[in-house]
């Protein structure tokens, strides 16, 4: 096995999904036989191979330090389920 | 058993610059909530963040500063949790290969010099603010205007050994950060923040113990005060037999302690991995160079340079350049004083205490360095005495207005002629037979007392020197 239950169950954790045990063993078996195939390169021999940062070859993206308008407050705000004066409403926090 | 603390710090940087890490926001302070946002800093999705180049230069001029190595090829990383400041789900950051590297800073606690190491600086951004509802309101509400502020952090080895060295180490950073006009170092508006991670081990130990990291300390003194109580803590815990735990506790400065924050942290699991938005960095030497042109004469350089230049003791150079706004100040005053030493006294002396030490008081002093340096002169030339000069400096701070003007308006010019003093003299002597009889019968103690009364008498003016002079010939 390349995947134990308790490191789905961790993951979903992470990733806030609440997953029923059913769901568990499910997800559990998929992403196993995913791991497993995805494996397979651990065959290629690499050994002469330079490590890549970037799958794009170019460095240096970059640009100068100027300010440009933002965008107005009702754009911003508009995909937010609640907002209060200018502000994100959210669940509190604390 | 004795104990030694083994102490780290992280601190983070707010840089100056005029936009965001990777997009053009505005990055200034104290807009309407929400107003310096964008697609990028707002994390939608199909955007493509851009780096900003200040960004990377303060990073290199601070690396350069402390002592690092700059790294020829970094990158970023994506650093993922949730939390509503964070709209991405993850924060742009730097993990295995950062731009600065293996720096160290010294420090100086008592008159013992030590080498702090800089394990690493990296370049990060910010997360927006969070504002909690009052008591009975289940809200939180959230701005994003600092999302995408730019940020180094800078982390140090745990080569600090007490809370006295981790204060002065803070202390050095701002000076530095602030020379280098990369953050502006205010710890209690958040442009600079520190945590720290404290261990305590047998004496003599090579072996680390468990550490706890404390947040949430917003100055030098609570730095300070915080890690000692969780030296006393810690000390406690295991004298009695306990562990400390790994876990991190938020500093309480108006009960003075520190406190668990258990509960709320859930397994550190950040699941670091290479943005791919964004390429490598690439700095070739030719970039460090043009860095390099721009960094100004640090603190440690100017201190020693003092000390050559101007022949001051130690303690003067070390407080006149721990603030670069005291330091141009110091200069422009000597420079028409001509006279270190007394413009040294009068600065951290007079000036100082009016300023509270602040560099913005500092600079926008209503006594300017010309202004000190004219005062100064006046006593030299015995125009004024010492004792007046304290007036002039007040009455400096409070109107604005020009020692001359001053003593013109105060009528404070110090008077030297003697047949003007001779007369307060003999006055004083006439009304005090009982201390002339005391005097003549040898208690010189009482000399003091007639020097008293006379400098009174002239309402401080008359020449302390003439007064001596003239009351031992009349007595
Ligand atoms: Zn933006």
């Avoid at chain 2, 140090?156 to 180490?169: F, G, H, L, V, W």
């Avoid at chain 2, 030493?341 to 000036?351: P, Q």
Wanted: glycine residues 6%.
């Amino acid at each position: 096995m390349k995947i134990s239950r308790n490191e789905v169950e961790h993951v979903a954790d992470l990733a806030r999904l609440e997953l029923s045990g059913e769901e568990v063993d499910q997800f559990t078996g998929q992403l196993d036989a995913i791991l497993s195939y995805i494996d397979k390169l651990n065959e290629l021999d690499t050994a002469d191979v330079e490590p890549t940062a970037h799958v794009i070859h170019v460095g240096n993206v970059i640009r100068e330090d100027r300010v440009c308008d933002s965008i107005p407050l009702k754009e911003t705000l508009s995909n937010a389920p609640e907002t209060d004066e200018g502000f994100f409403k959210v669940p509190k926090i604390i | 058993m004795e104990y030694e603390a083994v102490i780290g710090l992280e601190v983070h940087a707010q840089l100056k610059t005029k936009s965001k890490i990777f997009c053009n926001c505005s990055t200034a302070f104290g807009a309407e909530p929400n107003h310096h946002t964008c697609p990028v800093c707002l994390g939608m999705p199909g955007v493509l963040p851009v780096l900003n180049r200040e960004v990377v230069n303060y990073t290199i001029r601070t690396g350069l500063a402390l002592n690092c190595t700059i790294n020829s090829f970094s990158r970023f990383a994506r650093k993922n949790y949730f939390y509503p400041d964070l709209p991405k789900g993850y924060q742009i950051s730097q993990y295995e290969l950062p731009l600065c590297e293996h720096g160290y800073l010294m420090i100086d606690v008592d008159g013992r010099e030590r080498r702090i190491g800089v394990t690493r600086i990296h370049m990060e951004e910010d997360a927006g603010k969070n504002i909690h509802g009052e008591k009975g309101d289940s809200s939180s509400y959230v701005d994003l205007n600092r999302t995408g502020v730019p940020l180094m952090e800078i982390v140090s080895e745990p080569d600090i050994r007490t809370p006295e060295e981790a204060a002065a180490y803070m202390r050095k950073l701002r000076s530095i950060v602030r020379y280098l006009d990369v953050c502006d170092g205010n710890m209690e508006e958040g442009s600079l923040r520190c945590d720290a991670n404290i261990s305590l081990r047998p004496v003599g130990a090579t072996e680390l113990g468990v550490k706890a990291e404390l947040k949430n300390m917003n100055s030098f003194k609570n730095v300070q005060k915080a890690l000692e109580y969780e030296v006393k803590r810690q000390t406690r815990l295991l004298e009695e037999g306990g562990s400390v735990i790994q876990e991190t506790r938020l500093w309480d400065a108006d009960r003075g302690v520190t406190l668990s924050m258990r509960g709320k942290e859930e397994a550190h699991d950040y699941r670091y991995f290479p943005d791919p938005d964004l390429v490598p960095l690439q700095v070739d030497d030719a970039w460090i160079e043009e860095v390099k042109k721009t960094l100004p004469e640090l603190p440690d350089a100017k201190m020693e340079r003092f000390m050559a230049e101007y022949d001051l003791p130690r303690y003067d150079a070390e407080v006149l350049t721990a603030s670069r706004e005291l330091a141009v100040y110091f200069e422009a005053c000597n420079k028409e004083a001509r006279s270190p030493k007394v413009v040294s006294n009068w600065i951290m002396g007079d000036l100082l205490r009016e300023c509270k030490g602040d560099d913005q008081e500092i600079l926008h002093c209503p006594v300017r360095p010309e202004m000190l340096a004219e005062m100064i002169r006046m006593i030299g030339k015995g125009t004024i005495s010492g004792k007046i000069a304290k007036t002039v400096f007040a009455e400096m701070m409070k109107s604005g207005k020009s020692p001359e003007i001053i003593v013109k308006e105060k009528n404070l010019v110090q008077i030297t002629d003697e047949g003007e003093i001779v007369k307060i003299v003999e006055e004083v002597i006439a009304a005090n037979p009982a201390q002339v009889e005391q005097f003549r019968s040898g208690k010189e103690k009482v000399l003091g007392f007639f020097v008293g009364q006379v400098m009174k008498a002239s309402r401080g003016k008359a020449n302390p020197t003439v007064v001596n002079k003239l009351l031992k010939e009349r007595l």
